[in-house]
């Protein structure tokens, strides 16, 4: 698909996020300057999580680098969960607010999934409500799932035209492997969803033209698993321990230095999917405010 035999183009997601969080940028200055609307995040953490304080440190920077209004309501670990659905309903309310994420993981004595659909389907610049599920998978507008959206993305960034291609997603989450699958299936490939009990996975993964990882095993996707000139997309990120030594790294669910001998185009770990989801976040909350008003949705 993307590119001869050999050494694979490598897939720059910080660059592909940079020129969208621009496009963003020119989209926000254009709703206030015509609108007098400016669009509006609210992220919501309850706990000290580590890796989520950090997560939405840099959410609450990017909205406001975009020219974004960022709300930021920081709660108790012990916070009830009737206290939190209290403020979600705040937040479903509040004009200035046109997007809500809440941070996961929740504390353990709170119900995510009943969190995550009390927020106002209108508001879900996640995706993760079953009205959005429902729109995205029977084609219809909807708010789709951050991280799914930056894999179309960089695909696309590789090769343009996705119509005919052969996709093979290995993972089945309602996160990431369903919602790339509705995507892609969107832009015209034929879609197969793998995942830890198909048969023969490694010979399944060969025929993709575009192979989607998102299976959460450390390198699991092996060079012989990739089709000569494939375009390789790794979500994966974990955490390994470097042979011989006190010190860690971060590698995909795809062994790159094997893969990228053959793909055509591949994403590393890090710097290829995650810094695609904040801005695909910030996307989704220009499209949600854009509706919001009934304004047609800039182009990003």
């Known amino acids: 698909m993307a590119g001869e035999h050999g ?14 969080r621009e496009r963003i940028a020119t989209a926000v200055s254009e709703l206030k300057s015509s609108h007098g609307l400016a669009p509006g995040l609210a992220v919501v953490l309850v706990g000290e999580d580590p890796a989520s304080q950090v997560y939405v440190r840099n959410k609450a920077r990017q909205t406001s680098a975009a020219g974004m209004q960022s709300f930021e309501h920081r709660l108790d670990a012990q916070t009830s969960q009737a206290d939190l659905l209290d403020l979600i309903n705040r937040l479903n309310g509040d004009p200035n607010v046109h997007g809500i994420l809440v941070q996961l993981p929740l504390p353990a004595h709170i119900n995510s999934q009943l969190v995550l659909n009390s927020v106002d389907p209108a508001k879900d610049v996640d995706g993760f409500h079953p009205v959005n599920v429902g729109r995205l998978s029977t084609g219809e507008a909807a708010l789709v799932p951050c991280t799914p959206l930056g894999c179309t993305i960089l695909a696309k960034s590789a090769q343009p035209d996705l119509t005919g291609a052969e996709a093979v997603i290995i993972g089945r989450s309602n996160i990431v492997g369903k919602p790339v699958a509705q995507l892609l299936l969107r832009e015209n490939c034929t879609v197969t969803i793998a995942h830890s009990r198909t048969r023969n996975l490694a010979d399944v ?5 575009l192979l989607i990882a998102a299976v959460g095993r450390p390198e699991m996707v092996k060079g012989d698993w990739v089709k000569p000139g494939a375009i390789v997309i790794d979500v994966g990120i974990n955490r390994i321990d470097v042979d011989g030594s006190d010190r860690t790294k971060l590698v995909g669910d795809v062994d790159f230095a094997e893969a990228s001998r053959v793909a055509g185009a591949i994403t590393p770990v890090p710097g290829g999917v995650g810094p695609m989801t904040i801005a695909c976040l910030l996307r989704n909350t220009v499209q949600a405010a854009a509706a919001a008003r009934g304004i047609a949705m800039p182009e990003i």
């Not at 183009?9 to 592909?16: E, F, R, T």
């Not at 993964?205 to 033209?209: I, K, P, S």
């Open 205 to 209: 993964a060969r025929r993709a033209d």
């Open 7 to 20: 050494d694979a183009q490598l897939i720059d997601g910080k660059a592909v996020a940079a020129e969208l």
